[in-house]
């Protein structure tokens, strides 16, 4: 464990947010400012994955998604699709010992079956491997699109209906949540997005219901440790309502 600094301190840990999910944008910008390759930025971007996977786990957040890939990313050039599977890649392989040493259980949020056939196996190992973890839950959404994910629950759904296993009267909100590739997973409490887009680009649409938002100016490649845990402070100083007229919650939802 990092030994603690003054900036840690000021976060109170019964107050951390159950699930933090984050928008990594900015790779491109960040390489174009530097006149580089728009790969570069994806390179750098990816050393960013490490360090922020790192201080959630340290910091004691229990879940942490990344959004590392939309539906809408595959109509991007050929080279540049290819080049993020290439670190993708890199990234389920090298980093497989660490997440078993630390606990870390990784799951994959997204068309799995849209990826080339040697990520998926490589994915697939990882997650076998890391699911009985006990530690952080890492969720890398892949493929990730929220329209698609609610269609692909409610066809699900509407197949267990056709088969009569349901009515359609029953369906509830909850049964909408468990045909979602986050079934039995906390809603984000906190949602960053980095590089200054204030929009959720295709991103947990139905989970973000009562989420709050954090857009940083920060490109992804330049977001460090200290302003991950600078948004945490500012989460906790938040008063999430949840439609209610006074606070009656704590910021992790719960009754105070
Ligand atoms: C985020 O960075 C990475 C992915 C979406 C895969 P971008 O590649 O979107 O970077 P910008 O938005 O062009 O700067
Ligand atoms: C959102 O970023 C997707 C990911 C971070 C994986 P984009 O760069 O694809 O989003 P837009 O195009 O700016 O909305
Ligand atoms: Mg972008």
């Known amino acids: 464990m990092k030994s603690d600094t003054r900036q840690d301190l000021r976060l109170n840990p019964e107050k951390l947010p159950a699930h933090v999910a984050i928008i990594m944008d900015g790779n491109g910008r960040w390489a174009k400012k530097r006149l580089m390759n728009r790969i570069k930025g994806h390179e750098k ?38 080049a993020l599977m290439v670190l993708l890649k890199r990234f389920l392989v090298s980093e497989r010992d660490e997440l078993m040493a630390r606990g870390v259980r990784l799951n994959i949020l997204g068309q799995m079956e849209k990826l080339p056939e040697d990520i998926q196996e490589e994915a697939e190992k990882t997650v076998t491997l890391t699911q009985n973890n006990q530690g952080m839950a890492l969720n890398l959404a892949l493929s990730y ?39 039995q997973m906390p809603d984000p409490d906190l949602i960053i997005r980095t590089s200054g887009e204030f929009r959720l680009s295709n991103f947990m649409m139905w989970q973000a219901a009562y989420s709050e938002l954090f857009i940083t100016d920060t490109l992804w490649p330049d977001f460090t440790r200290e302003e991950f845990i600078e948004i945490l402070i500012n989460f906790q100083e938040r008063d999430r309502r949840f439609g209610k007229v006074k606070c009656s919650t704590s910021n992790d939802g719960s009754p105070q």
Request: hydrophobic letters at 40%; proline letters at 3%.
């Open 45 to 82: 971007g990816s050393k960013t994955v490490r360090s922020i996977v790192t201080a959630a786990r340290e910091l004691g957040i229990g879940m942490l998604t990344l959004y590392a890939f939309s539906t809408e990313n595959w109509a991007r050039p050929q080279v540049e699709v290819k």
């Open 145 to 183: 699109g929220s329209r698609q994910e609610i269609c692909a629950g409610m066809q699900a759904l509407a197949r267990e209906i056709k088969a009569g296993q349901i009515q359609p009267h029953e369906i509830t909100e909850e049964m909408i949540s468990d045909h979602l590739y986050t079934r």
